[in-house]
């Protein structure tokens, strides 16, 4: 499989970085004003092809994580040495000034594109960056880039590489660029533990309510493993700060309000987007609930979540109206 040429960059943005002293992380490039042209300039990986983190930072796997076109992904979290990232109850780990989350994705062993999410003095900075054919450098791609890409079991995906405004339709709480995904109520205890151990944690919260691992769907309550899967997928948009805090459907691990989860709602702000259907969520008949019916969906205006995917998730559509289909009438 060939990749797409890169996406030139934007005049004037790309800057290179000098390198690190004694070949550790480059501070400098995650604090700086630039954004480094190429993904090694960071010097988060000690062999980029085979994303073998460099000292000091840490690979970590969500209990849930979010589905994008069935990539294989790798995330990994980097906290500069003397400081530490805080426990905030079972919610986002506050990570300080010259932090980074990184994530790659790719299909069948092939990198595509690392996502980076830098935590500057002035808040958090997203950049995506594309992998070359020959798998030996990922280069920033500002704009954003569409290419095919052929998964393990032969299907041809039109996959986007989100350019840098567009990192902001997920990660974006009252308009500020956040992280989504490391909530210590979506990590393991061991995780934490370990992270807490080595210093790189002020402590391991107690999570009274922990999001199931996805691959244990079947052996958890299907209302945990669907609850656990709009909350990585859908609420990063669909909760009060978020882009989606006008439809009134909050769909966070941690609402329990039934109205809030879409049960009996009508719809505020769907438009043609609710197939001409009255509810949000109707208990015992996925059929016709807009939020199932919106998952189903690839239709521009209609297709939930918006961006990341290309085709239906058939596992986490099946767990959702599973769930609604358990749901008391």
Request: glycine share 12%; charged share 20%.
């Given at each position: 499989?060939?990749?797409?040429?890169?996406?030139?960059?934007?005049?004037g943005?790309?800057?290179?970085?000098?390198?690190?002293?004694?070949g550790?992380?480059?501070?400098?490039?995650?604090?700086?004003a630039?954004?480094?042209?190429?993904?090694?300039?960071?010097?988060?990986?000690?062999d980029?092809?085979?994303?073998?983190?460099?000292?000091?930072?840490?690979?970590?796997?969500l209990?849930?994580?979010?589905?994008?076109?069935?990539?294989?992904?790798?995330?990994?979290?980097?906290?500069?040495?003397?400081?530490?990232?805080r426990a905030?109850?079972?919610?986002?780990?506050?990570l300080p000034?010259?932090?980074?989350?990184?994530?790659?994705?790719?299909?069948?062993?092939?990198?595509?594109?690392?996502?980076?999410?830098?935590?500057?003095?002035d808040?958090?900075?997203?950049?995506?960056?594309?992998?070359?054919?020959?798998?030996?450098?990922?280069r920033?791609?500002?704009?954003g880039?569409r290419?095919?890409?052929?998964?393990?079991?032969?299907?041809?995906?039109?996959y986007?590489?989100?350019?840098?405004?567009?990192?902001?339709?997920?990660?974006?709480l009252?308009?500020?660029v956040?992280?989504?995904?490391?909530?210590?109520?979506n990590?393991?205890?061991?995780?934490?533990?370990?992270?807490?151990?080595?210093g790189?944690?002020?402590?391991a919260?107690?999570?009274?309510?922990?999001?199931?691992?996805?691959?244990?769907?079947?052996?958890?309550?299907?209302?945990?493993a669907?609850?656990?899967?709009?909350?990585?997928?859908?609420?990063?948009?669909?909760n009060?700060?978020?882009?989606?805090?006008?439809?009134?459907l909050?769909?966070?691990?941690?609402?329990?309000?039934p109205?809030?989860?879409?049960?009996?709602?009508?719809p505020?702000?769907?438009?043609?987007?609710?197939?001409?259907?009255?509810?949000?969520?109707?208990?015992?008949?996925?059929?016709?609930s807009?939020?199932?019916?919106?998952?189903?969906?690839l239709?521009?205006?209609v297709?939930?979540?918006?961006?990341?995917?290309?085709?239906?998730?058939?596992a986490?559509q099946?767990?959702?109206?599973?769930?609604?289909?358990?749901?008391?009438?």
């Amino acid at each position: 499989m060939k990749l797409l040429a890169a996406a030139a960059l934007l005049a004037g943005t790309a800057i290179a970085v000098a390198a690190a002293p004694g070949g550790g992380v480059n501070d400098a490039a995650i604090t700086g004003a630039g954004f480094p042209a190429a993904l090694s300039e960071y010097h988060f990986f000690a062999d980029d092809a085979a994303q073998r983190p460099a000292q000091g930072v840490t690979p970590y796997r969500l209990q849930t994580p979010l589905w994008t076109d069935g990539a294989d992904k790798q995330r990994f979290v980097y906290v500069p040495a003397g400081q530490q990232a805080r426990a905030q109850g079972e919610g986002l780990l506050d990570l300080p000034v010259g932090s980074a989350l990184i994530k790659s994705f790719g299909f069948g062993g092939k990198l595509i594109e690392t996502r980076v999410l830098l935590r500057r003095a002035d808040g958090w900075v997203a950049l995506p960056y594309q992998w070359n054919a020959q798998q030996s450098e990922a280069r920033l791609v500002l704009g954003g880039v569409r290419l095919p890409v052929t998964t393990p079991e032969g299907k041809v995906l039109s996959y986007a590489i989100p350019n840098k405004n567009q990192c902001k339709e997920c990660h974006a709480l009252s308009g500020a660029v956040t992280p989504i995904g490391p909530k210590a109520s979506n990590l393991s205890p061991e995780w934490l533990a370990g992270f807490a151990k080595a210093g790189r944690l002020d402590r391991a919260p107690k999570v009274a309510r922990r999001v199931p691992r996805w691959e244990d769907r079947a052996n958890v309550p299907v209302a945990l493993a669907a609850r656990g899967y709009l909350d990585a997928n859908c609420a990063h948009c669909h909760n009060p700060a978020g882009a989606a805090s006008n439809s009134g459907l909050y769909l966070g691990w941690e609402v329990s309000d039934p109205v809030q989860l879409g049960v009996g709602k009508r719809p505020v702000a769907a438009g043609r987007g609710s197939g001409g259907l009255d509810f949000d969520v109707v208990p015992g008949d996925p059929a016709r609930s807009i939020l199932a019916h919106r998952m189903a969906s690839l239709e521009g205006g209609v297709a939930m979540p918006e961006v990341g995917r290309s085709v239906v998730d058939p596992a986490g559509q099946a767990v959702v109206e599973s769930w609604i289909r358990e749901m008391k009438r």
